[in-house]
């Protein structure tokens, strides 16, 4: 029967809300299989994950160990590859995230088990398995069938699957660690945290984000300028941050900071998802953009379709003059 | 040093208008610019660096169409010594597996010390090739590198997770190092190597050298369409001092100002 794995996603303790939005999928997908849904949970003494997982799959499977502490996608795959051979689930899902894009997409071939990533939904009917996924910088979906095989491994994008509370009462398994050491081969040492910089942007109630689109590190002073007359900070996307146009501390999304400010205003920012999960959450969201169909619209509540360069000022005197 | 790069030809969508074509499971193509995979510069960019280091040659690898070697021959301007492409028109439905696996077919001959890729491609946006080639080769990888240092066939290597959060590894070589954006400034490719490089050879793999019926793709892709919208912004127009008029009036409404 199409059974249902999904792998809980945890690091320094916590368990991240990805899991959740997990097994929020399995769920969904195990009614429609007829099967049933397991977390599978590798941990160092995970009791307290144990618990804040029960209500949320019918059964948790546990292996616990000390060489599960921190995620090393070699020890995951060493223990993985076993576990699925063993039980073969119909699907396993797991997080679109650092930690799943760097174990699925070679634990996938080596069980032989088709595989795509960054599903932003899924379908499994007549034993076909479908997926929806982006492409091309987020302009178009695509609609994909896998290759009919026993079993299946997908990752999911976060934010798609909303986690919700079915109060149910799972069994609790535990496995053995199906291996006895951290391979030679990749071994993890240590966390690395993020460097502090002279501004947290994180506090700030109005960031003005700029994208790509301000072309050249001499065009930042005058976004600073603009930022200043709102009375807030600079933030921006990762390519700005890779050219060096502005710190690693400024950048918004998945892998820089969450910022809720009460106004985001994004300038030349195109809106892929990893910015937008930074962001998102901000009370009103204006959008300057030139290109019509991008995809910081849907998520902005204001949009202006036109050059950056020419809206900056024009804004900026309008805005001096209001604050008088 | 035996140093490989795998470098996809993209189209650049981020600022174009991207159409579905009438067969619905591709997209039109002529009114697009192509170009490196903006992953790729920063793994070409790492290659060459590491030649620069460490001494040895730089090998870089694609599958892709004829127009790829116009790619590649950026890729051999920037620094990197021989390009090899795998003719993509040979093989039908190639996904991400099937890419990583006409690479592995196509290293057959070729030896190396380490492999870079992109952590992923910008069109089709997989996030998998390197991984998925590392694995097929039997080697250790690392996907989402900020940096590395290499030394006596170790290597030592930061990869980015959520939140700006590092990690450390202690890695054995060979493994492919799949690079994030930002792990280093990609350089330009001067003139004069601009030239040479178009003088150069480019070497291409069919299918007469890669058998065709053990590789299999994961996915097909049934349909191509917009995102449906769920919520749009209210678009404000007119000339610059309008909408500013206009967006002003918002901001001081909802108490911004
Ligand atoms: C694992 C991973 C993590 C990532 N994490 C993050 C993250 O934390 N934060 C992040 O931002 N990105 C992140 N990214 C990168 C992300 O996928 C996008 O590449 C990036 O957000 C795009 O930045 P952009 O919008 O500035 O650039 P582009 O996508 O190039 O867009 C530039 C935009 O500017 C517009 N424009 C150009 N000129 C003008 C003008 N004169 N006036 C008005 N508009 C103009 C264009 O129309 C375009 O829409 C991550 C990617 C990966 C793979
Ligand atoms: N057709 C291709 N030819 C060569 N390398 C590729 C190709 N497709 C993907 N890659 C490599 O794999 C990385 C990740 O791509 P993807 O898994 O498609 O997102 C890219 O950055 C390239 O380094």
């Given at each position: 029967?199409?059974?249902?794995?999904?792998?809980?996603?945890?690091?320094?303790?916590?368990?991240?809300?990805?899991?959740?939005?997990l097994?929020?999928?399995?769920?969904?997908?195990?009614?429609k299989t007829?099967?049933s849904?397991?977390?599978?949970?590798?941990?160092?003494?995970?009791?307290?994950?144990?618990?804040?997982?029960?209500?949320?799959?019918?059964?948790?499977?546990?292996?616990?160990?000390?060489?599960?502490?921190?995620?090393?996608?070699?020890?995951?795959?060493?223990?993985?590859?076993?576990?699925?051979?063993?039980?073969?689930?119909?699907?396993?899902?797991?997080?679109?995230?650092?930690?799943?894009?760097?174990?699925?997409?070679?634990?996938?071939?080596?069980?032989?088990?088709?595989?795509?990533?960054?599903?932003?939904?899924?379908?499994?009917?007549?034993?076909?398995?479908t997926?929806?996924?982006?492409?091309?910088?987020?302009?178009?979906n695509?609609e994909?069938?896998?290759?009919q095989?026993?079993?299946?491994?997908?990752?999911?994008?976060?934010?798609?699957?909303?986690?919700?509370?079915?109060g149910?009462?799972?069994?609790?398994?535990?496995v053995?660690?199906p291996?006895a050491?951290?391979p030679?081969y990749?071994?993890?040492?240590?966390?690395?945290?993020?460097?502090?910089?002279?501004?947290?942007?994180?506090?700030?109630?109005?960031?003005?984000?700029?994208g790509?689109?301000?072309?050249?590190?001499?065009?930042?002073?005058?976004?600073?300028?603009?930022?200043e007359?709102?009375?807030?900070?600079?933030?921006?996307t990762?390519?700005?941050?890779?050219?060096?146009?502005?710190?690693?501390?400024?950048?918004?999304?998945?892998?820089?900071?969450?910022?809720?400010?009460?106004?985001y205003?994004?300038l030349?920012i195109?809106?892929?998802?990893?910015?937008l999960?930074?962001?998102?959450?901000?009370?009103?969201?204006?959008?300057?953009?030139?290109?019509?169909?991008?995809?910081?619209?849907?998520?902005?509540?204001?949009?202006?379709?036109?050059?950056?360069?020419?809206?900056?000022?024009?804004?900026?005197?309008?805005i001096?003059?209001?604050?008088? | 040093?035996?140093?490989?790069?795998?470098?996809?030809?993209?189209?650049?969508?981020?600022?174009?208008?991207?159409?579905?074509?009438?067969?619905g499971?591709?997209?039109?193509?002529?009114?697009?610019?192509?170009?490196?995979?903006?992953?790729?510069?920063?793994?070409?960019?790492e290659?060459?660096?590491?030649?620069?280091?460490?001494?040895?040659?730089?090998?870089?690898?694609?599958?892709?169409?004829?127009?790829a070697q116009?790619?590649?021959?950026?890729?051999?301007?920037?620094?990197?010594?021989?390009?090899?492409?795998?003719?993509?028109?040979?093989?039908d439905?190639?996904?991400?597996?099937?890419?990583?696996?006409?690479?592995?077919?196509?290293?057959?001959?070729?030896?190396?010390?380490?492999?870079?890729?992109?952590?992923?491609?910008?069109?089709?946006?997989?996030?998998?090739?390197?991984?998925?080639?590392a694995?097929?080769?039997?080697?250790?990888?690392?996907?989402?590198?900020?940096?590395?240092?290499?030394?006596?066939?170790?290597?030592?290597?930061?990869?980015?997770?959520?939140?700006?959060?590092?990690?450390?590894?202690?890695?054995?070589?060979?493994?492919?190092?799949?690079?994030?954006?930002?792990?280093?400034?990609?350089?330009?490719?001067?003139?004069?190597?601009?030239?040479?490089?178009a003088?150069?050879?480019?070497?291409?793999?069919?299918?007469?050298?890669?058998?065709?019926?053990?590789?299999?793709a994961?996915i097909?892709?049934d349909?191509?369409?917009?995102?449906?919208?769920?919520?749009?912004?209210?678009?404000?127009?007119?000339?610059?001092?309008?909408?500013?008029?206009?967006?002003?009036?918002?901001?001081?409404d909802?108490?911004?100002i």
């Amino acid at each position: 029967m199409g059974e249902i794995f999904a792998l809980v996603e945890h690091r320094q303790g916590v368990i991240r809300d990805i899991t959740f939005e997990l097994l929020a999928c399995g769920r969904d997908l195990a009614s429609k299989t007829g099967g049933s849904l397991t977390a599978v949970l590798l941990g160092d003494k995970p009791d307290a994950f144990v618990d804040s997982l029960k209500a949320q799959a019918n059964r948790v499977m546990v292996i616990d160990s000390p060489l599960f502490k921190e995620f090393n996608s070699a020890s995951y795959q060493g223990a993985l590859s076993q576990v699925l051979s063993s039980e073969k689930p119909m699907v396993t899902l797991m997080g679109h995230t650092a930690f799943g894009m760097d174990l699925c997409p070679s634990l996938a071939p080596s069980l032989d088990m088709p595989f795509t990533t960054d599903c932003l939904a899924l379908d499994i009917a007549d034993g076909k398995v479908t997926a929806t996924r982006q492409m091309y910088d987020g302009k178009l979906n695509a609609e994909v069938t896998l290759r009919q095989a026993p079993s299946y491994l997908l990752t999911i994008r976060t934010g798609c699957f909303p986690a919700s509370d079915p109060g149910l009462e799972a069994e609790i398994t535990t496995v053995d660690s199906p291996i006895a050491a951290e391979p030679d081969y990749r071994k993890f040492i240590e966390y690395i945290e993020p460097v502090v910089g002279d501004v947290d942007i994180t506090k700030s109630d109005v960031i003005v984000g700029v994208g790509r689109g301000v072309k050249d590190k001499d065009n930042i002073a005058m976004v600073e300028k603009f930022a200043e007359a709102l009375g807030g900070v600079v933030g921006c996307t990762r390519p700005v941050v890779d050219s060096e146009w502005l710190p690693k501390d400024r950048q918004v999304g998945s892998s820089g900071k969450t910022v809720k400010p009460k106004l985001y205003v994004a300038l030349g920012i195109s809106g892929a998802f990893q910015h937008l999960a930074g962001m998102k959450g901000a009370e009103t969201i204006i959008a300057v953009n030139k290109d019509p169909n991008a995809p910081i619209f849907a998520e902005a509540d204001y949009g202006i379709v036109d050059d950056m360069f020419k809206i900056i000022p024009a804004l900026q005197e309008k805005i001096l003059e209001l604050k008088g | 040093m035996n140093i490989i790069v795998c470098i996809k030809r993209v189209p650049q969508t981020a600022e174009a208008e991207v159409k579905v074509d009438s067969s619905g499971k591709d997209i039109e193509r002529e009114r697009l610019t192509f170009d490196m995979n903006e992953y790729d510069t920063f793994a070409l960019e790492e290659a060459v660096l590491f030649k620069e280091k460490f001494g040895g040659t730089v090998t870089a690898m694609s599958v892709g169409r004829e127009d790829a070697q116009d790619t590649l021959r950026i890729a051999l301007a920037k620094g990197a010594d021989s390009a090899v492409r795998i003719k993509a028109e040979d093989f039908d439905e190639i996904d991400a597996i099937k890419t990583a696996q006409l690479l592995k077919a196509a290293l057959k001959d070729i030896g190396y010390d380490i492999i870079f890729c992109g952590s992923i491609a910008t069109d089709d946006a997989y996030s998998q090739v390197g991984v998925a080639l590392a694995q097929l080769l039997g080697i250790p990888h690392a996907t989402l590198v900020t940096q590395i240092e290499a030394d006596q066939g170790r290597a030592q290597v930061h990869r980015e997770l959520e939140g700006g959060l590092l990690e450390h590894l202690d890695m054995a070589l060979p493994a492919v190092i799949a690079v994030q954006s930002g792990i280093s400034v990609p350089r330009y490719a001067s003139l004069i190597a601009i030239r040479k490089a178009a003088k150069k050879e480019i070497k291409t793999i069919g299918s007469d050298e890669i058998a065709a019926d053990d590789l299999r793709a994961d996915i097909v892709i049934d349909k191509l369409f917009p995102p449906p919208v769920t919520k749009m912004a209210e678009i404000l127009t007119g000339d610059p001092s309008e909408v500013s008029e206009k967006l002003s009036k918002i901001i001081k409404d909802k108490g911004l100002i």
